[in-house]
C-alpha cells in the first residue's frame, strides 16, 4: 500500500489516557447513483481504501486501536436524498461525514452544522460552502475561486511560454450549480485578464444531445473552450465535439468530470487526443503517487482518477484528527480538524500540508493541468508538477 500523508505533529505522541472504543464511524454522503454516480462511486472507493489500509495498520491508536467503519450512504445525487442520508448517517452514530457535490453538500453541511457533527467536503467547490460561517465544514478540495483563477493564469503562462496568441475564449457549462458558479467565474476571471469571451453556452445536466451547442460553440469563433461538467455530460461533450470536428487552439476543462478521467479514452479513444484539464490531479511523479495508484487499481480494478484521492485524502483527515483528539466525541474532532497540519505531496502535487482557515478552506489545495497525450493523461503545467510537455496550440482535426 502507499505511504499514508504524513500525520500532524500532535498525532505523534499518543494523549496520555488513551479511550478505548472498539469503532468509529465515519459517514459517507456521495452519488453512487443519478447523474453523478461515477464521480460519486470514485469518491467512495478512495474512503473505503483509506478506512481499510488505516485498519490494517493498527487502527486509530489515539483511542486504542479503534477500527474505522465506513458507512457508504448514497445521496443519489439529489439535495433531498442528501440530507435525508446525512441525518440517517448522524443517528446511525457517525463521528462525522464525508461527502462531495456542490448542491448536495450545501444541505449536508447545513445538516453538519445543525447537528454538530464535522462534515469533511471533498470536490465540492461552490464557494458557498465554506462562505457561511460554519464551524463544523472543513474542506479538504478547492474552492471555485482558486479553480477559476488557476485556469485562467495557467491559460495565460502557458500560452506565454509556447508564444501562442490567445485573445478570445468560450465558455460552455452545465446547470448544476458547481458548473454555474465556475462558468461565472471564469468569465468574470477572463475578462479581468484581458481576455475576450467570445460566449457562454449553458446546457442541461441530464442533457443526451448537445449537438446545438456544439454548433453554437463552433460558431463563437473562439480561441479557447472552457468547459465544466459531470462525467457523463463531459464524454457527451468531448465525443459531439470530435463527431462535429469543432476547433479551437485548445479544449480546456476547468474541473471537468471527464476530462481528467482514464475512462475519458477507453470511451472515444483518439478523439481524446489533447484534451485538457485543469483539476485536482494524482502526483505521478512521486513513488508514492505512483503505489496510490496501483493500490486503487488492485483493490477496484479501476484506473486511478482525482475522485479515489479526494475521497481517499478526507478519510485520512478524519482518522488523523479522530488520532490527535483521542476521542469519538464530536466536539474534540471538530476541534482537532481545526489544527489540521497533514501532508499528503507524495499522493498530490499541491503547494503545502492540508491546513485549514478559518473559514474551514484548505489553503494549501492547488490545481494541475492535465492533458491527454498519446492516449495517457499526463500533468503538464505547472512547469515544477509536470511530467510531460504540453501541447499548445493542439492540431485541428484534419490534421490529425
Not at 501541447?391 to 493542439?394: C, Q, R, S
Given at each position: 500500500p502507499p505511504a499514508s500523508p504524513a500525520a500532524s505533529p500532535a498525532a505523534q505522541a499518543a494523549p496520555a489516557a488513551v479511550a478505548k472504543v472498539a469503532e468509529v464511524k465515519i459517514g459517507g454522503t456521495h452519488p453512487l447513483s443519478g447523474t453523478s454516480a461515477f464521480d460519486g462511486t470514485g469518491n467512495s472507493h478512495g474512503a473505503e481504501l483509506a478506512a481499510e489500509e488505516i485498519n490494517a495498520a493498527g487502527g486509530i491508536r489515539g483511542l486504542g486501536g479503534a477500527r474505522i467503519s465506513y458507512l457508504a450512504g448514497d445521496t443519489q445525487s439529489r439535495v433531498d436524498a442528501g440530507t435525508a442520508e446525512?441525518?440517517?448517517?448522524?443517528?446511525?452514530?457517525?463521528?462525522?461525514?464525508?461527502?462531495?457535490q456542490s448542491d448536495v453538500m450545501i444541505a449536508v453541511t447545513q445538516v453538519g452544522e445543525r447537528e454538530r457533527t464535522p462534515v469533511i467536503v471533498n470536490l465540492a467547490v461552490t464557494d458557498a460552502i465554506?462562505?457561511?460561517?460554519?464551524?463544523?465544514?472543513?474542506?479538504?478540495?478547492?474552492?471555485?475561486?482558486?479553480?477559476?483563477?488557476?485556469?485562467?493564469?495557467?491559460?495565460?503562462?502557458?500560452?506565454?511560454?509556447?508564444?501562442?496568441?490567445?485573445?478570445?475564449?468560450?465558455?460552455?457549462?452545465?446547470?448544476?450549480l458547481f458548473a454555474t458558479t465556475l462558468g461565472g467565474l471564469m468569465e468574470a476571471d477572463a475578462r479581468a485578464l484581458g481576455y475576450e469571451v467570445a460566449g457562454?453556452?449553458?446546457?442541461?445536466?441530464?442533457?443526451?444531445?448537445?449537438?446545438?451547442?456544439?454548433?453554437?460553440?463552433?460558431?463563437?469563433?473562439?480561441?479557447?473552450?472552457?468547459?465544466?461538467?459531470?462525467?457523463?455530460?463531459?464524454?457527451?461533450?468531448?465525443?459531439?465535439?470530435?463527431?462535429?470536428?469543432v476547433d479551437f487552439k485548445g479544449v480546456w476543462g476547468a474541473l471537468n468530470g471527464a476530462f481528467s478521467q482514464p475512462r475519458l479514452v477507453s470511451e472515444i479513444g483518439p478523439a481524446a487526443e489533447f484534451i485538457s484539464d485543469n483539476n485536482w490531479a494524482v502526483n505521478t511523479k512521486s513513488a508514492e503517487g505512483r503505489a496510490f495508484g496501483e493500490a486503487v487499481q488492485r483493490r477496484w480494478n479501476e484506473p486511478v482518477s482525482f475522485n479515489h484521492v479526494y475521497g481517499y485524502l478526507c478519510m485520512r483527515v478524519a482518522a488523523d484528527a479522530l488520532?490527535?483528539?483521542?476521542?469519538?466525541?464530536?466536539?474534540?474532532?471538530?476541534?482537532?480538524?481545526?489544527?489540521?497540519n497533514l501532508d499528503p505531496r507524495g499522493i498530490v502535487p499541491w503547494s503545502g500540508p492540508i491546513r485549514f482557515d478559518e473559514t474551514g478552506q484548505n489553503i494549501n489545495v492547488r490545481p494541475s493541468l492535465v492533458q491527454v497525450l498519446q492516449s495517457q493523461l499526463q500533468v503538464v503545467w505547472p512547469r515544477d508538477a509536470a511530467v510531460a510537455e504540453p501541447?499548445?496550440?493542439?492540431p485541428s482535426w484534419s490534421q490529425r
Open positions: 446525512a441525518e440517517r448517517l448522524i443517528r446511525e452514530g457517525a463521528s462525522a461525514l464525508i461527502g462531495y465554506t462562505e457561511r460561517g460554519f464551524k463544523y465544514t472543513f474542506r479538504v478540495g478547492g474552492s471555485s475561486k482558486q479553480a477559476s483563477r488557476a485556469t485562467l493564469e495557467y491559460l495565460r503562462d502557458l500560452a506565454a511560454s509556447k508564444n501562442v496568441e490567445v485573445k478570445r475564449v468560450g465558455i460552455i457549462h452545465n446547470d448544476a457562454k453556452v449553458q446546457y442541461p445536466v441530464a442533457s443526451t444531445d448537445l449537438t446545438n451547442e456544439a454548433q453554437r460553440l463552433r460558431g463563437l469563433n473562439a480561441d479557447v473552450l472552457l468547459a465544466s461538467s459531470f462525467f457523463a455530460d463531459g464524454l457527451l461533450l468531448a465525443r459531439t465535439l470530435s463527431q462535429l470536428r488520532e490527535r483528539a483521542g476521542s469519538t466525541d464530536k466536539e474534540a474532532v471538530r476541534n482537532a480538524l481545526a489544527q489540521t501541447v499548445f496550440p493542439v
